[in-house]
């Protein structure tokens, strides 16, 4: 039986993947300045802690949608069959 060599092509991500994977970075990283203060109180909890409970969750969202962007490029540049 003859050795089958298979051949992976690593492409670069998009441009929008890269930006929407970064938004959420950047959102919790540097806007510290920003809303670095315990008052208000929303929900129960100091602004700076909803802040960063909120991007958590806006994290996945974001990746969620950079995966969609990047399937969508992989459909178009796949040869058709």
Not at 14 to 30: G, I, Q, R, T
Not at 48 to 77: G, H, K, Q
């Amino acid at each position: 039986m003859p050795a089958t060599r298979t051949t992976m092509t690593v492409k670069r991500p998009s441009v929008a993947a890269l930006l929407l994977a970064l938004v959420p970075f950047v959102a919790m990283c540097f806007s510290v300045p920003l809303w670095d203060r315990i008052d208000p109180i929303l929900f129960g909890l100091p602004f700076n802690l909803l802040w960063l409970i909120v991007w958590i969750v806006l994290t996945s969202l974001c990746l969620w949608v950079a995966n969609r962007v990047e399937a969508a490029r992989s459909r178009r540049a796949a040869p058709h069959r």
